[in-house]
């Protein structure tokens, strides 16, 4: 299997909803990532797990809140979001001290109204 | 920031034509790589080349480092439509997970 497989593909949400993106591989990778992107811009790192502690974090706001459960699973919780979050969420994942090539999934694309 | 720049923005070419992107970054690195990324979905990994490395090829793509200019180009060679896609550089630095994009090229090529 060498698939990043994110759900759900899309995501609209009022700014009061509590959800959650889910990131899930099953490559043995023990690094993983959210990148978030806004149209016509490159991704930006949000936060990076490794071995399923957070080892990098962005500065991300709050109301994003990551978490990691175990070495195949990396979710993004997502509560009292504001509609600039909206945008295409990225997971990827790397195996630990591979040069860092990032295997992404499709991306979940979330609307906050 | 320690984002790149890349060049062009934008890039519109006829099928067979030679498709050239060039990206700047700011820091040492321990390598650096290319993606493509279709209409807004998942990225793909294209080539890697370390910062030891001043040329790599696969397939049609030829990619070129100058670790003192702190440059590297992505060729295309022999386009055809399916190339259409945005292309990004992204830079890993030596010791951590931080993989950053540079800002990307968004090629269009016309069959």
């Known amino acids: 299997d060498t698939e990043v497989t994110q759900t759900p593909k899309h995501l609209v949400m009022g700014m009061t909803n509590k959800k959650s993106l889910k990131c899930e591989q099953h490559m043995g990778h023990r690094a993983m990532y959210w990148y978030k992107q806004k149209a016509k811009k490159p991704p930006e790192l949000m936060f990076v797990?490794?071995?399923?502690?957070?080892?990098i974090n962005e500065s991300v706001p709050s109301r994003f809140s990551p978490e990691c459960p175990n070495s195949s699973l990396l979710n993004l919780h997502l509560h009292a979001l504001q509609p600039e979050d909206s945008a295409l969420y990225l997971c990827?994942?790397?195996?630990?001290?591979?040069?860092?090539?990032?295997?992404f999934g499709a991306g979940s694309r979330l609307t906050v109204l | 920031s320690q984002q790149g720049e890349e060049d062009p923005q934008a890039l519109s070419i006829q099928e067979g034509e030679n498709a050239t992107m060039n990206c700047s970054y700011k820091t040492s690195i321990n390598n650096l790589q290319w993606y493509r990324q279709n209409s807004g979905r998942g990225l793909v990994h294209l080539i890697l080349i370390r910062s030891n490395e001043r040329e790599k090829h696969s397939g049609r793509l030829r990619v070129t480092l100058d670790t003192s200019k702190k440059s590297s180009s992505l060729l295309i060679t022999a386009s055809r439509a399916a190339d259409t896609a945005s292309y990004f550089c992204a830079t890993a630095y030596t010791g951590g997970f931080k993989t950053i994009f540079g800002a990307g090229t968004r090629l269009f090529v016309k069959a």
């Open positions: 797990y490794s071995y399923e502690k957070l080892s």
């Open positions: 990827a994942s790397t195996p630990v001290g591979a040069n860092n090539v990032l295997t």
